[in-house]
């Protein structure tokens, strides 16, 4: 404006028409800097100040501090505000002007790769989110089931929470467990979660809250499909609500009746079936098993056509212990059955198989944490999407240096600089770590006692806890100041403070804090969907050709990474606090080829020498 002479008065007068109502105001609010442009007309008005001042096209939008959300058009019509503000980050800003076959062909691509991930997995994994089956198990929690006396059962309303992101078949519960069923998982949980044992029970292995939550789910689902109806979409058993009991999972005919059942809605058997076997294997175990020390349950069986009989049930309550042995034999064959025919419908490596290939995994994942800074906004004029930025850059840069699991990674305690930070008995207690200023070393410290960890007894802690200084690179420090300091707060927005590093975003309909297994898994995904994915639509997004997933992967990143790199797989459990036997199995993508180049790389220095 100034080389042109031309004030924002004039400004306006040239590229405002007759008839639009746009307020010159507008104009100079931008030249301040105390607003920026984010509507469709904005863009609009944008595109005539490049033609006035012959600029190249979209000179002006690529030094906005926050892109455009602003799409509209016929083809958006039928979609609803919520998910047509979820897809606008991904669409071009030219979207609105483009062909419909152009704009149909973008929302097509876009909901295949960018939200829901195009693998068969995920697909098969939507259809089954449609059909709801599930029983909850309302009160039935670990912190009030483990708290509660051995005499007394839980009340209360609280709603088990699915979590989708494990099975497909883990959704909200439709159908509320019937007193008695309800009862019986409580007593279950608190015979497994309990710092003791009630007297005269014996147990082996204790559950954690996690796992607990887990089998609450997982069994509803069977409960849940047992008592489906048999002419719906699930097609279940149809077993009446008042009837389902534990005590029928004594019976062989019940279980392959639902791992039969499963088979037929997957296609296949997988691991899942084996798991809920196993299940099975610890409750009705000699001495330790939950079922087989509760004979009590044989008294509310009753008859289910084709599944279980009269006679079974007077067999049952005759001898308990006999209906036990029998069963565990059935299922300890059934497993070996199963193991033998089944198949991986998730391949966890899939989403992020650009990162694997690649010479440097994370080098090539670090790209994506380039890329929020990038496109990180302007923190004067938008606080709180700059919180979110900076929340999302420090997920993945504190994952990509602790390789910790979801749970210790979200579950992480924060001491501002200067405060006392807990002592390792207090984080012990809590069975959480903390991140805190250590003066000794001038850097931050991440501290996590072992008992923290789902495998505190591997060889890996020797009952040691986990303590690292994070590096200062890559602008973490400033960072990671910056979000104590000013951003963590504008994202609490003056809700109560859960004490933990990682927050959510406090809004009007979500005064919580605190994330969950299930809202921390969405953060992360929702910043590889920004961030990580390349979209040749927009130009934004670090890597081509990765899809959604979860913190979960990056420890596949980390094992992945020092295996190409060095061959060990000893190292390679030291960046995830794991053992080598579970990165072999579970971890590390290494391939042959990985491994020969690997070997080529050392031979070939005796030639380059030479």
């Known amino acids: 404006m100034r080389r042109h002479g031309d004030s924002y008065w004039h400004l306006h007068r040239a590229v405002v028409r007759d008839g639009e109502t746009f307020d010159h105001s507008t104009i100079r609010h931008w030249l301040q800097g105390s607003k920026a442009p984010r509507s469709v007309a904005s863009m609009e008005l944008l595109g005539r100040i490049e033609r006035r001042y012959r600029l190249p096209e979209g000179y002006f939008k690529a030094t906005l501090p926050h892109p455009t959300r602003s799409v509209s058009g016929h083809i958006l019509d039928d979609i609803g505000p919520a998910e047509r503000r979820r897809l606008a980050w991904h669409l071009p800003d030219d979207f609105n002007y483009r062909p419909r076959e152009e704009q149909e062909e973008i929302l097509e691509w876009v909901r295949r790769v960018i939200v829901s991930g195009s693998t068969d997995y995920r697909r098969f994994q939507a259809a089954a989110l449609k059909q709801r089956y599930a029983i909850r198990f309302p009160g039935v929690t670990y912190g009030q089931a483990a708290a509660a006396n051995d005499g007394d059962h839980v009340d209360g309303a609280n709603e088990i929470e699915a979590t989708p992101f494990t099975d497909p078949d883990l959704i909200s519960g439709v159908i509320d467990a019937p007193p008695m069923l309800a009862m019986e998982m409580a007593d279950l949980i608190r015979f497994k979660t309990a710092t003791l044992t009630a007297f005269g029970l014996q147990r082996n292995g204790v559950w ?9 789910e997982h069994l509803g689902l069977m409960f849940g499909a047992l008592a489906a109806h048999p002419r719906g979409n699930v097609r279940g058993y149809g077993v009446p609500t008042q009837h389902l009991t534990f005590g029928l999972l004594v019976f062989p005919s019940v279980w392959d009746w639902y791992v039969q059942w499963r088979e037929r809605r997957r296609g296949f058997y997988t691991t899942w079936e084996i798991d809920m076997l196993r299940i099975s294997l610890a409750l009705t175990r000699k001495d330790t098993g939950w079922l087989r020390q509760h004979a009590n349950l044989a ?26 042995d029998v069963y565990f034999k059935h299922a300890s064959s059934r497993v070996k059955e199963i193991q033998r025919v089944a198949r991986v419908h998730r391949d966890p490596f899939e989403p992020i198989m650009p990162v694997l290939e690649a010479d440097s995994p994370v080098g090539e994942y670090r790209k994506i944490t380039e890329e929020i800074l990038r496109l990180m906004p302007d923190e004067r004029l938008y606080r709180r999407p700059a919180a979110e930025n900076v929340r999302s850059f420090l997920m993945l840069r504190l994952g990509l240096h602790l390789g910790l699991r979801q749970k210790n990674l979200r579950q992480l305690m924060v001491c501002e600089r200067g405060h006392l930070p807990r002592s390792e008995r207090q984080l ?22 072992s008992v923290a960890f789902k495998n505190a007894n591997s060889s890996y802690f020797g009952n040691k806890p986990f303590r690292l200084i994070l590096p200062n690179l890559g602008g973490l420090y400033e960072k990671i100041q910056a979000y104590i300091d000013r951003h963590r707060r504008v994202l609490l927005a003056g809700t109560d403070d859960p004490g933990t590093f990682f927050v959510k975003t406090v809004k009007t309909t979500s005064r919580d804090a605190s994330y969950d297994q299930n809202t921390f898994y969405e953060a992360w995904r929702l910043t590889i969907q920004r961030y990580g994915i390349y979209n040749p639509y927009t130009k934004r997004g670090a890597i081509a050709g990765l899809l959604p997933h979860g913190p979960h992967n990056v420890r596949d990143v980390l094992a992945t990474h020092i295996l190409k790199q060095t061959g060990s797989y000893e190292q390679a459990s030291y960046a995830i606090q794991d053992t080598p036997d ?17 070997a080529a790389r050392i031979l070939n220095q005796v030639w380059e020498a030479a």
Do not use: N
């Open 582 to 598: 579970m990165v072999a199995h579970h971890y590390g993508r290494f391939l042959p080829q990985d491994k020969a180049a690997l």
């Open 208 to 216: 954690g809250e996690e796992t607990a939550s887990q089998k609450i």
């Open 428 to 449: 012990a207690d809590m069975k959480r770590g903390e991140i805190r200023w250590s003066d000794r070393d001038k850097g931050w410290e991440v501290l996590i006692p």
């Open 299 to 324: 008294a509310r069986l009753h008859p289910i056509a084709g599944l279980v009989s009269r006679m079974d049930i007077d067999r049952a309550k005759a001898d308990w212990d006999d209906a036990c």
